[in-house]
């Protein structure tokens, strides 16, 4: 039977995506062993094979084995690896590059309280040094990976929308995640002014799905585990705040199509609206829907600083990418059972 991540693909080249665009050209992804930026490379790879569009693939990673061991699936395809780390001045291309998809940061909410200062520097000395590339390279395009939590505490009824910044206290460094988010996308602005570069902000809500990677261990993959090794799920905080969620390849699809029509200069929310809950809710719905009699949600609390993202209320609005013909396809439930799905062929 095929994989459930070649099914997603499959999907995904059968949507309303239209890869012609891209024939030929190259891509340039950085954070090419994190997430999105694998997620964005395989799909690209798996294209380039089905429809023999010609693409060239340039993957930023830090540590080539670990690369290596990731795309070993991945063997005939155009994927160069450009092995080195942002924030110190030293990424030089030696290839022109068409598109660009900035995906590189620091992610870890432990991380983010451990190393402030390395947080922000990767996001702001990092995002300098794909922008210049970018502008040297005349790039057509980037997309620059943002996040919800720009928002901060947003102060609006109803839906969140692009327009809608909140409050982020600059007194805790776990903004140093956010607040380089932020600046980070004035960057971007700042370049496409100055130097006439097209580049867009992906403001991704949560992004979970098939082919997460081995060692994932953010809430989604912890609740998934949970539930299908027959466990309670543990919930480390009151489960209060609202999250927001989009499937692994909607998040994909709707990148792909910022790179083709997404205005310059603006940023775009990337949630399915429909997979908007809050953390125990989602806790309480993968634990009746995938979960075995008998195992509970539980509430447990510990002392030690998370690093998590203050609680929000927050329910994004996804309908300025919508007007570019994106559509989400997979809501939360289906999505953890795709998730669970990947988890056990990978066992
Ligand atoms: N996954 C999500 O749900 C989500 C949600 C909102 C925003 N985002 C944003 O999308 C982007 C990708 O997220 P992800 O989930 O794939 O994260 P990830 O942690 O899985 O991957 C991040 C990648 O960046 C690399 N990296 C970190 N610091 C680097 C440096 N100094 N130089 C070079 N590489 C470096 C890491 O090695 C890793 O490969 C990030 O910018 C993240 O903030 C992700």
Known sequence: MQSILMQDFEELLHSELDLEPFRGKIFFVTGATGLVGSLVLRFLAYANEQ???????????????????????????????????LGHSDLHLSEKVDYVIHAAAVTGSKQMIAD????????LWGTDEVLQEAV????????????????????VTGQTTEKDLGYVDLTNIRSSYPEGKRMSELMCNSYAEQYGLR?????????????????????????????????????????????????????????????????????YNVANEDSHMTIKAMAEMVMDNFGISGAQVVIDIPKENMGYAPDVKMWLSSQKLQ????????NLKDSYARLIQWLQEKK
């Open 51 to 85: 429809l023999d569009l010609d693409l060239k693939l340039l993957a930023l990673v830090r540590n080539k084995e670990k690369a290596q061991r990731l795309y070993a699936k991945y063997k005939t395809a155009p994927l160069k690896f450009v092995v080195t780390e």
């Open 116 to 123: 402030p200062v390395g947080t922000i520097r990767t996001a």
């Open 323 to 330: 007007q570019l013909g994106w559509r989400p396809t997979v």
């Open 199 to 267: 580049v867009m902000s992906a403001r991704l809500a949560q992004v979970f799905g098939a082919g997460v990677l081995p060692g994932e261990n953010r809430v989604f993959a912890q609740f998934a585990r949970s539930a299908m090794n027959g466990e309670n799920i543990v919930l480390h905080t009151t489960g209060q705040s609202e999250g927001n969620y989009v499937y692994a390849t909607d998040a994909i699809k709707a990148i792909l199509i910022l790179l083709q029509k997404g205005e310059t200069r603006q940023a």
């Open 136 to 155: 040297r390279n005349n790039a057509e395009a980037m997309v620059y990976l943002s996040s919800m939590e720009v928002y901060g505490q947003p102060v």
